[in-house]
């Protein structure tokens, strides 16, 4: 298992943050959505995401980076160099003390103290009949990567925990990039029969080809024809929840947005498009024919406010 640092491009100094910031990078990138049909793409989303899942839980990061767990989360025997590799040594004989205390014991003899009472021995409870010592389990930390439609308008993804159990998780509409659901209940047990955490699943809204968000609007580039833009034209729009026709203004010109409202996030967003002209590819002798002898009846200068070298 390759190190989650290296996968993710930071170091183990690296704040949260910056990792997070790294990781949706990485995600964004690698999403088998904007990767069709490249299973190396598939591949490497994989990796970067189970990185991103052990580095972005703040108890996990810190097991790992204590030589605890490995890259893939499993438990790392712990290396005991203390008293019995020295009693054990070649040429020494196993050390006892004089009351007949053996070292052997002594896990079980921690275990047996600290087991109850709030860890003190002695203190209330401290027998091994006394009652046990709870605490609620740590929160799990996942990360979810939603297409960019479905963050829109909301749907049900199920997910696969660790342990082999699955979840329905309900996507709100409207969900933005970086938002974290909590599912209460879903996290790591807890100890000694204390509840359990919950499952903080963040949420990781995969780029659209044509769709960008700003807010609670949606934007869309529009390619127009010469004609359409200088006659105008009814022409069909995709928006987030299905295709519009929308009447494009005569005289129209790269730049000019139109509004649909109510057609982006939520009940207040609008989603705007945004024409942009596109000559026509090749020769057209008769375009250039006319613009020869062509002269506008309102003269403009589109480059008038730049700065001359």
């Known amino acids: 298992m390759k190190d989650p640092y290296e996968l993710l491009g930071v170091q183990r100094s690296d704040s949260e943050a910056t990792i997070r910031s790294a990781y949706r990078k990485l995600a964004k990138k690698h999403h088998p959505d904007v990767n069709p049909g490249k299973p190396e793409a598939e591949e ?25 767990i490995d890259a893939a989360g499993n438990e790392v025997p712990p290396q005991r160099p203390f008293y019995r590799d020295y009693a054990e040594a070649a040429g020494r004989d196993k050390y006892r003390g004089n009351t007949g205390f053996d070292p052997e014991n002594l896990d079980d003899i921690l275990a047996q ?8 021995p002695g203190g209330p409870g401290g027998d091994s009949g006394g009652p046990q010592f709870k605490m609620r389990g740590s929160d799990a930390h996942y990360t979810l990567t939603v297409d960019f439609l479905d963050a829109a308008n909301g749907t049900t993804r199920r997910i696969t925990m660790p342990d082999g159990k699955t979840l329905d998780v309900r996507i709100p509409a409207g969900v933005s990039d970086g938002h974290v659901l909590r599912l209460k209940g879903q996290g790591n047990p807890g100890y000694g029969g204390g509840p359990p955490g919950d499952a903080l699943v963040e949420i990781a809204v995969a780029p659209h080809k044509l769709f960008r968000r700003e807010g609670d609007d949606i934007v869309i580039q529009l390619p127009v024809t010469l004609r359409e833009a200088v006659l105008g034209a009814s022409v069909e729009v995709p928006t987030v929840r299905g295709t519009v026709r929308v009447t494009i203004p005569p005289g129209s010109g790269t730049g000019t947005r139109l509004r649909l409202r109510g057609r982006g996030i939520g009940q207040h967003g609008h989603q705007y498009v945004e024409l942009t002209v596109v000559v026509p590819p090749g020769e057209e002798p008769e375009l250039a024919e006319f613009l020869t002898s062509w002269t506008p009846r309102q003269a403009t200068t589109p480059r008038g406010d730049m700065e001359t070298a």
């Open 44 to 68: 490497r989303f994989k990796e970067i995401s189970t990185a991103y899942a052990l580095l972005s839980d703040t108890e996990k990061r810190a097991r790992f980076d204590r030589g605890e």
């Open 113 to 120: 103290m600290f087991r109850a009472g709030g860890g003190r």
